[in-house]
């Protein structure tokens, strides 16, 4: 890809404590709601949104509060804060049941959402997904609150997430994401998501009715070892796993195309 392809206008959906922005193909396929990892947007889906549309889904990508284009004055923000949001979403749009995507931290929001609002879930996809508390060293501590701090400190780290290839327009969406974080209340917010505990949204995964999928980068350095933390998620939410060969943590950005291939094929799937 030699661009970022156009994105749909933002728009927003105000709630209690905010507001939440997205954008949405709109179109009559199958919906797909796709959620980004926290100290991201819902730009990360930049390259794998138009090729969903063009397998033939509405693809509707969401912010995070306290990120992006969505309001940073929220009174929480933890994973099932995340999922109430994407609830309240997916009920205005009112064209389920949908195909929900997380990612990294909304890994354990996808396992809220499904067990809390399974008629709006057709199938779920954890991109990779933190869905437990996994235990920390203290040098692991020290990692998380340093690059906590500042916008600048926390792209130091998040450039490290790509170890095989870049997006073409990796420089431009970097500043961007930059930009976002910059804005008042948003690096506050990032802090409050790593200090957030998922053991809430790990304890319903026993209530999972809905087919899952769990794709994971054979590369992700945020696992000490990918491929065994994507069997142990599938174990937990009867799953079945895809390894894209070669990625990072973010295999819908670095290999666009084979991570819409699995998630076509896991949804085609699923609508069967």
């Known amino acids: 890809m030699t661009a970022t392809p156009a994105t749909p ?5 105000d709630l209690p ?9 709109e179109g009559t396929g199958p919906l797909v709601l796709c959620l980004p990892g926290l100290g991201d947007t819902r730009g990360v889906f930049r390259h794998a949104a138009p090729l969903l ?4 889904y509405r693809v509707v990508t969401a912010d995070l509060r306290g990120a992006g284009e969505s309001s940073a004055d929220w009174a929480s923000y933890n994973p099932e804060d995340s999922a109430e949001d994407a609830i309240a979403l997916l009920r205005h749009l009112g064209a389920g049941p949908a195909i929900v995507v997380g990612t990294s931290f909304t890994g354990a929001s996808v396992l809220w959402i499904a067990a809390e609002a399974p008629e709006l879930v057709a199938g779920i996809v954890l991109s ?13 501590k020290a990692a998380e609150w340093l690059v906590g701090r500042t916008p600048a400190l926390w792209l130091t780290y998040w450039k490290t ?3 095989t290839r870049k997006p073409a327009d990796h420089a431009a969406y970097a500043a961007r994401l930059k930009t976002s974080l910059k804005q008042p209340g948003h690096v506050a917010a990032l802090r409050a998501m790593l200090a957030s505990s998922r053991a809430a949204c790990e304890s319903r995964a026993a ?8 794709v ?8 000490k070892d990918p491929a065994a933390e994507a069997r142990l998620v599938a174990e937990r939410t009867h799953g079945t796993v895809v390894m894209v060969d070669g990625s990072g943590h973010y295999p819908q950005a670095e290999f666009p195309d084979a991570w819409v291939a699995a998630v076509a094929e896991f949804a085609a799937k699923t609508a069967a």
């Open 128 to 140: 990779g997904p933190f869905i437990r508390d996994i235990p920390k060293n203290a040098v692991i």
């Open 161 to 163: 997430l790509f170890p």
């Open 17 to 25: 404590g905010g507001r939440i922005a997205y954008d949405d193909t």
């Open 9 to 13: 206008a933002t728009r927003h959906l």
């Open 216 to 223: 994971m980068g054979t590369k992700d350095s945020d696992f």
């Open 207 to 214: 209530e999972l009715t809905r087919p899952a999928l769990v």
């Open 53 to 56: 549309v063009a397998a033939g």
